[in-house]
């Protein structure tokens, strides 16, 4: 149901953009966003946004990533910039109907 695409290996200090995609089966999407799990860590908000566009963000990274999504395209985009080696995680992407759909997860590295 949903397409995560964009993590990698990268740089402290560089940037990443991940992508995230819901199948057109999905309809009346309301909140998408972005989770992320560093390993043997809980599951983390990082960023919602609504479908009006309104956003949160952790605190850990504000100012650093932005999310923004296409109501159209049903895609959500996180653009991350200035990445710390504390970022790293397997990031998942979020869409919530009357239910939530969760992606499989993209794996993000900052190496320092």
């Known amino acids: 149901q949903l397409e995560e695409s964009g993590g990698g290996l990268v740089q402290a200090g560089g940037s990443l953009r991940l992508s995230c995609a819901a199948s057109?089966?999905?309809?009346?999407?309301?909140?998408m966003g972005w989770y992320r799990q560093a390993p043997g860590k809980q599951r983390d908000l990082v960023a919602t946004i609504t479908r009006s566009g309104s956003t949160n963000y952790a605190d850990s990274v504000k100012g650093r990533f932005t999310i923004s999504r296409d109501n159209a395209e049903n895609t959500v985009l996180l653009q991350m910039n200035s990445l710390k080696p504390e970022d790293t995680a397997v990031y998942y992407c979020?869409?919530?109907?009357?239910?939530?759909?969760w992606g499989q997860g993209t794996r993000v590295t900052v190496s320092s």
């Open positions: 057109g089966r999905l309809f009346s999407i309301n909140g």
């Open positions: 979020y869409a919530r109907t009357s239910i939530i759909y």
